[in-house]
């Protein structure tokens, strides 16, 4: 069923904390990286860090004043949803689709063969044609696909090996559906380190360099590279002292990411805006969340903060509490009262927040809120939102039931503004 599947690969990724190359240094891991390459895949190299980001960092915004809390169940009126799907493709069973920007959307899909747990590819959002762009790990015997993006410049995904829990992040030019030129492998690990979170902008890859939250490298920073497209070298956009919470995201070329900061203080997590087409990695907005509070999820647009809290911590303030937000250092803050499920995002003028059954879509300017009805007969939790960032298409997928009561296959839908 393709929506838990997702699930999974979102635990894989962020909870089981599995997978990178365990003591090893950064210059070790170049070295590696670059002996790598005469086994048949170019490899990269990684660059230093810019010492723009070096500034202070903001108060911890522990929100007690309800004032600053803009609840949409409570405070915004609830209409009729005007959005219609502007078309709805019926895809097989198993499919998992990833809509980062552009006009295709990366899909892993069930397998071709009883040799592959699934194939790669990708599906166009304007005729719902599903292209196989890759059959079999590029890795060997052992690995398996765990997770993939694309752009309409850029494929990427990991391999993982279950056995070891060694991985690999991969990336290769991409055009109108076919894959450009040679692979090149962006990045490498073992058990000490998490298999990468990562996104794709234009014709660049941005991934976590992380360890895991236990392990022989624990103690170890994180780092947020970027590679494009015919470089050979990748650039470190952060370094964070400690874990990143939540994954890259980048939305109308500003990307977000989660560093821990205020390091002599405790544990702090400070939301991080980019603007990517600057070219001096500085931040250009940030908002500090109280002690302890990890966001699960975060994206910059629209000149605010959208980010989502998965469990409730006491003793912090508002920001503290189970939902999505929206809003700047000093509020206020528009929020969801919902369980979240993946990240917010803009679609026009609105927000989409998906809680555990449903889309939410808010306008913030006329202060009220719909909700898109999902597909007959999909199972409990609905559609699954497949895109991210700042769209005029928003696509959604849901497995679906038969008359028979079981899963057939999966309905994609896009909705256009």
């Not at 490899?43 to 723009?52: E, Q, Y």
């Not at 108060?59 to 169940?73: A, F, K, L, N």
């Not at 899909?109 to 044609?129: C, K």
């Not at 939410?360 to 939102?385: E, K």
Request: proline share 4%; charged share 20%.
């Amino acid at each position: 069923m393709a929506a838990p599947w997702r699930r999974i690969i979102r635990g894989s990724a962020e909870d089981s904390r599995a997978v990178r190359q365990g003591g090893i240094t950064r210059r070790r891991f170049t070295l590696g990286s670059l002996a790598a390459a005469g086994a048949g895949m170019a490899a990269i190299s990684l660059g230093g860090c810019s010492d723009t980001q070096n500034t202070d960092d903001g108060e911890p915004q522990v929100v007690t004043d309800d004032s600053q809390i803009v609840d949409v169940v409570d405070d915004y009126e609830n209409v009729d949803s005007d959005l219609a799907a502007s078309a709805t493709y019926t895809l097989p069973l198993g499919t998992v689709l990833f809509h980062t920007e552009g006009s295709w959307a990366a899909a892993m899909m069930a397998p071709e063969s009883s040799l592959n747990v699934n194939t790669l590819g990708v599906m166009s959002l304007s005729s719902g044609d599903l292209i196989t762009l890759i059959t079999e790990p590029s890795q060997g015997q052992g690995y398996g696909f765990f997770d993939v993006r694309c752009s309409d410049g850029v494929f990427a995904w990991v391999e993982v090996d279950y056995t070891n829990r060694s991985w690999a992040l991969i990336g290769q030019g991409i055009s109108q559906g076919t894959l450009t030129g040679d692979a090149v492998k962006l990045d490498e690990g073992d058990s000490d380190w998490e298999p990468p979170r990562f996104t794709v902008w234009g014709t660049s890859v941005i991934w976590y360099h992380m360890p895991q939250a236990s392990g022989n490298s624990s103690s170890e920073d994180s780092h947020c590279y970027q590679w494009t497209l015919g470089d050979t070298e990748g650039q470190e956009i952060w370094t964070s002292h400690g874990r990143f919470s939540a994954s890259p995201r980048v939305a109308d070329n500003i990307l977000t990411i989660v560093p821990r900061v205020r390091d002599e203080e405790g544990v702090y997590y400070g939301l991080t805006a980019i603007d990517l087409t600057a070219g001096d990695n500085a931040r250009r907005a940030q908002l500090v969340l109280p002690r302890s509070v990890a966001p699960f999820e975060a994206t910059y647009f629209n000149e605010s903060f959208a980010f989502s809290i998965e469990a409730s911590y006491n003793g912090v303030g508002s920001l503290g509490n189970m939902g999505t937000y929206v809003g700047v250092e000093g509020g206020p803050y528009v929020y969801l009262r919902r369980e979240p499920q993946s990240c917010a995002l803009m679609l026009g003028s609105r927000y989409v927040m998906k809680s555990q059954a449903s889309h939410f879509v808010i306008d913030p300017s006329a202060q009220t809120y719909s909700v898109l009805s999902a597909p007959d007969r999909c199972l409990d939790f609905g559609d699954w939102t497949a895109s991210e960032g700042v769209t005029d298409r928003l696509l959604t997928y849901a497995t679906v039931r038969n008359e028979q009561g079981i899963p057939a296959s999966l309905t994609a839908r896009v909705f256009a503004v």
